[in-house]
């Protein structure tokens, strides 16, 4: 995993996550995680001088039978607009790889299910 910190801008995505109660920031230029695999990492994001914890998911969006990758944070603890601002953030820990969701419900159980084991990495 890096050790420096990367950035990306922060843009609209489709406001799935605002419908399950998870949402997410959605990040320009998702091909800085190229060297990366596919799926949902632990993440340390960086806004202003405050570090959170995250989780970061960097694939299709399967839901929406989206054929390119995106690039998403979940951020734990944070509440606020962060559109066409830019943010910090680590991959950190390797926590899964992509899945093929049939519903936002399955979605959401599935995400609150990684999102549990993140924060038992703290």
Wanted: glycine residues 6%; without cysteine.
């Amino acid at each position: 995993m890096p050790d420096t910190w990367l950035k990306a801008k922060v843009i609209r995505g489709l406001r799935q996550g605002q419908k399950i109660n998870i949402p997410t920031v959605n990040l320009k230029n998702p091909s800085l995680m190229e060297n990366f695999a596919l799926g949902v990492y632990a993440a340390k994001i960086k806004i202003g001088k405050k570090e959170y914890l995250g989780s970061l998911y960097y694939g299709p969006k399967t839901l929406n039978k989206q054929n390119y990758n995106s690039l998403e944070i979940h951020i734990f603890n944070f509440k606020g607009n962060l559109y066409n601002r830019k943010i910090l953030f680590i991959p950190q820990k390797f926590i899964r790889k992509p899945i093929t969701f049939t519903s936002l419900n399955q979605m959401q159980k599935i995400i609150e299910d990684d999102n549990k084991n993140i924060n038992l990495l703290k």
